[in-house]
């Protein structure tokens, strides 16, 4: 059962990250931008997130064992049609839209299947075990996309995810699951309002990058003076305001409701899916700024920038699955913040190493340290929420920890990479206006056409595209090193604020229970 619940949420986190490394190749061959990729990857995003609450509510009416296999089925037809596709259109249909209502079927019912399918007891391991298989996916992403990538092709990536689905519904027979409710309806306001909600908040964020936080970047649009972004997240904070607004209305007139808003009011439960946020945030961040520095910075293949995160899968999982072994009794709140510990510490030792000439050996013990940090929070954070309501709300508890932690990654991602971009930007342009070999024009033109940011490049791909603006051999080799110390500026820089947001995180774990769920008096 556990391996049936483990290999369908190592699926649903695989597919955010294995084509990262291959969006070049399939835009070539599917004959559209890299842009329109990225597009695919993020309205996968967007779909999964904004329609994760109301696949929670699914799971409660048809059932949770029933929603998973139905969310498996989709998932699959989504799958299939993607490693088909002749096209974008067609690739968007199969892989941001299909694969994307299958997730939010399927996550939620992860989080009560496992609720109904093992005791108090053994909850802490067996949730450790499920959230380690989705943290390995996303190291383990780069590492299986390159491979099938560059051996094979990317759409065996989508063929082989339908081979494990069938084998998951065949597995998930032996689940057994608490009576649907078959009196319970979907709340269609409800769901209309949530899903809008979410979806601008989710929007907004993913937009953050290209568009800005807060002041528009040149060349993005601007609203009232100010970036898309802002008003994104504002309208749709407002939105779900709204929601929680309706959803008590409805609850006070004894009708069916997507998500109790006295939930938010339990003290355990927020005090998990507030450090469930920060796990994901500082989890997206690290696996946005070390692949980087691996791949580009030091021009590893996707292949070696996948074996050199392994170090951190295997941490996690011999921490998520040790720790409830070895310590059964152990206090989730001390757990909980010697994770957020090492997972500062790992930051910090990898922040103290990066330096000029370094090789791709120094991100080893800073992710050692990162995949004992994250096994510690996935060891005790999933019991710690469920546990903290009846079994019969764990539908509920699935859709919001799914939805806290889809915003904590995307917030993560677009955190470090727009504080990346910005001190890079800042390094460089500093760099080459006090460097004598670089002319004034050059360097006033740069300022100029790269005001909306400095791209992260290698120093080969630069080389190859001041070759190309006829720039001459010093001038050139002045401008690559003055790239090379900006990149580790941004690295550093990005680095540094995910510290700041693991201390922040130590700081916010008091809702976290100091007892095991179940061993109260």
């Known amino acids: 059962m556990l391996l049936t619940l483990a290999s369908a949420q190592f699926l649903m986190t695989l597919d955010s ?52 296999e139905v969310g ?40 009560a299947l496992v609720a109904s399918n093992f005791d108090q007891s053994q909850r802490p391991r067996a949730y450790g075990l499920v959230a380690a298989a989705g943290a390995i996916a996303v190291a383990a992403g780069p590492l299986i996309g390159g491979l099938l990538t560059t051996y094979a092709s990317w759409r ?49 964020i993913l937009r953050a990058g290209a568009w800005g936080f ?36 409805r609850q006070r007139g004894h009708a069916d409701v997507l998500v109790d808003p006295a939930l938010l009011r339990i003290r355990h439960l927020r005090g998990g ?32 920038t996948g074996v050199r995160l392994l170090p951190l899968s295997i941490a996690l999982l011999a921490t998520a699955v040790g720790v409830p ?7 989730p709140r001390r ?43 996935a060891s005790q954070l999933g019991s710690v929420t469920v546990s903290s309501v009846g079994d019969e709300k764990s539908t509920e508890v699935g859709g919001l920890q799914n939805t806290v932690t889809n915003l904590g990654a995307s917030i993560g991602t677009a955190l470090a990479g727009a504080v990346l971009i910005a001190a890079l930007s800042s390094s460089f342009f500093g760099g080459i206006a006090a460097n004598p070999a670089v002319p004034e024009n ?39 090193e003055e790239n090379e110390a900006a990149r580790l500026a941004g690295l550093r820089s990005a680095l540094a604020v995910l510290a700041g947001a693991a201390l922040v995180a130590l700081l916010v774990t008091r809702g976290i229970p100091r007892r095991q769920p179940g061993t109260e008096p």
């Not at 100010?226 to 749709?236: F, K």
């Not at 072994?325 to 206090?331: G, T």
């Not at 930051?347 to 340290?369: F, R």
Request: net charge neutral; proline share 5%; with cysteine.
């Open 442 to 480: 050059l360097s006033s033109r740069a300022q100029v056409e790269l005001a909306g940011g400095v791209p992260f490049l290698s120093d080969r791909d630069l080389s190859a595209a001041l070759d190309k603006a006829g720039v001459t051999e010093p001038t050139k080799s002045a401008i690559v």
């Open 325 to 331: 072994k070895l310590f059964p009794n152990v206090s």
């Open 72 to 111: 498996c089925v989709v998932y699959a037809l989504g799958s299939f049609t993607t490693a088909i596709a002749p096209n974008l259109p067609v690739l968007l249909l199969g892989w941001s839209f299909l694969e994307g209502i299958g997730a939010a079927l399927i996550m939620p019912a992860i989080v």
């Open 17 to 68: 990250s294995v084509m990262n490394v291959s969006i070049a190749t399939v835009a070539a061959d599917l004959n559209t931008t890299v842009t329109g990729i990225q597009t695919a990857i993020t309205l996968y995003t967007l779909v999964m997130a904004s329609l994760m609450i109301t696949g929670a509510k699914a799971g409660e009416i048809l059932g949770r064992r029933r929603a998973f």
């Open 156 to 204: 065996w990536v989508f063929a082989g995810e339908v081979v494990i689905v069938v084998a998951i519904l065949l597995l998930a027979r032996r689940l057994t699951d608490a009576r649907p409710e078959r009196t319970a309806h979907l709340d269609l306001v409800g769901t209309g309002l949530s899903t809008l909600g979410l979806a601008l908040v989710v929007l907004g």
């Open 273 to 304: 899916l507030v450090s469930f946020f920060f796990q994901y945030l500082l989890q997206a961040g690290l696996f946005f700024a070390i692949p980087l520095f691996l791949s580009v910075a030091l021009g590893l293949s996707a292949v070696a």
């Open 335 to 377: 757990v909980v913040r010697l994770g957020f510990l090492a997972l500062f510490a790992g930051v910090v030792a990898l922040l103290a190493s990066l330096d000029a000439g370094v090789g791709p050996e120094v991100v080893t013990w800073p992710l050692i340290l990162a995949g004992i940090g994250v096994g510690a929070l």
């Open 214 to 249: 807060v002041n528009p970047k040149p060349g993005a649009p601007s609203w009232l003076g100010l970036s898309p972004v802002l008003w994104l997240v504002l309208a749709g904070g407002c939105v779900l305001l709204a929601f929680l607004a309706w959803e008590r209305h």
